[in-house]
């Protein structure tokens, strides 16, 4: 299937192809990437600092790639950010294994308060963050939090839940996007 | 957030309405083959970015039980790990690879009525052993909530107005137990009018 991608080269991405405005394209860079690439090293490195860690090399990469001209198709940047995060996790993922016998002693020493060491994704949120999120849930309308808890917690299959509620597929999609699109706008007024 | 100066958006995205993929790598529940070609698609999609990172934060609230008194008492908490031990032993094997059924949604129905007068809900039900409160849910006439409240008894009585002309509004109650879990449903209900 033929995708169409409509990407639109902004300001900032022309003066990275001229290699000046360095800040404002690190900024683009950082705000559109920087969450998802510590959601795919966290889940390869389970770590959140290593994580942080590629994020920020893969940008820095990124932006020195721009800024020398080396993407030459905006369209391909996507990719190219994907694959340099997934080389640098290798390498670190080979680096950690030199250390490992320090970081297993390490982790040894280290209790366990939370379920958080078996999910290396929620270590991402930091605390304010829940806080924003929390509070958001707790205007939402119950059925919109039923909803969710349904999706994203007890991991049910899109088709069991549309059974659970009496519901065609599509109209489940519908209910999701609209009870998404409400926690964006109230975690977006419940924010610090 | 995604940045406003770069949008990518992957018209076709075939994750977007085969959603169980996305969930299922949040929950770390894919293959590491099947993860890797969702991340491939990940750093293409700024909507299945948005959804990944809110489901994130979900099950960073969400997914949370309430912390443990410390001042739980050993033997309590002994009895409690011990039936939990010979629950989980005694599990049908299948149980394991299906995720738990929410209780009672299906299972326990309240059998309830209400109606609305000059513009004024009233509505009751018979208890639910084991409810801590009710929660009394109205929606219009496409299924949207329009307003709720929750309730320690077994009637309520709200002013919600009456329905835009042409249009039904429907309504149902919810046991809810000592963790807010929805223990009993009612079934929709339309909102009768004299």
């Not at chain 1, 950010?81 to 030199?98: D, E, K």
């Not at chain 1, 209790?111 to 999120?133: K, Y």
């Not at chain 2, 894919?30 to 970015?49: I, T």
């Not at chain 2, 835009?164 to 449903?185: E, N």
């Amino acid at each position: 299937m033929a995708r169409t991608r409509d990407i639109m080269a902004s300001d900032a991405m022309t003066r990275a192809a001229n290699g000046s405005s360095a800040d404002e394209i690190a900024v683009d860079l950082s705000n559109r990437f920087w969450k998802r690439l510590c959601i795919f090293a966290a889940r390869r490195l389970r770590d959140r600092s290593a994580a942080e860690d590629v994020a920020q090399e893969t940008l820095r990469r990124a932006l020195q790639a721009l800024r020398q001209q080396r993407v030459e198709n905006l369209e391909a940047l996507p990719a190219f950010i994907f694959q340099t995060a997934r080389n640098i996790c290798l390498h670190y993922g080979r680096s950690a294994r030199r250390e490992e016998g320090a970081l297993l002693r390490f982790r040894a020493g280290m209790q366990s308060s939370s379920g958080e060491e078996s999910d290396p994704l929620i270590a991402l949120v930091d605390e304010a963050r829940r806080e924003g999120v929390r509070s958001a849930i707790e205007h939402m309308p119950p059925d919109d939090r039923d909803l969710l808890r349904m999706l994203y917690i007890d991991g049910l299959e899109s088709s069991d839940i549309a059974r659970r509620l009496g519901v065609d597929p599509g109209t489940l999609r519908v209910r999701k996007h609209r009870a998404l699109k409400r926690l964006s706008e109230l975690i977006g007024n419940v924010s610090p | 957030m995604i940045g406003n100066s770069i949008i990518s958006v992957d018209q076709n995205c075939r994750y977007s309405d085969e959603d169980d993929v996305l969930r299922a790598y949040v929950a770390g529940r894919l293959s590491e083959s099947a993860a890797e070609e969702f991340e491939q698609h990940l750093f293409e999609c700024d909507r299945c970015a948005q959804e990944v990172e809110r489901a994130v934060e979900l099950r960073s609230v969400m997914g949370r039980r309430e912390k443990q008194s410390p001042l739980l008492p050993l033997a309590a908490a002994a009895i409690v790990a011990a039936v939990a031990i010979s629950l989980w032993q005694a599990r049908p094997r299948e149980a394991s690879l299906t995720p738990p059924p929410l209780r009672g949604i299906s299972g326990r129905e309240i059998m309830a009525s209400g109606r609305l007068v000059d513009g004024v809900f009233t509505a009751s039900w018979k208890p639910v052993r084991g409810a801590r409160s009710y929660r009394v849910q109205i929606f219009d006439s496409i299924g949207e909530p329009v307003t709720w409240t929750e309730t320690s008894k077994t009637t309520v009585s709200a002013t919600i107005g009456s329905a835009p002309p042409g249009q039904t509004r429907y309504w149902k109650v919810q046991a809810l137990d000592d963790d807010h879990i929805v223990i009993a449903s009612s079934e929709l209900l339309k909102i009768q009018t004299p």
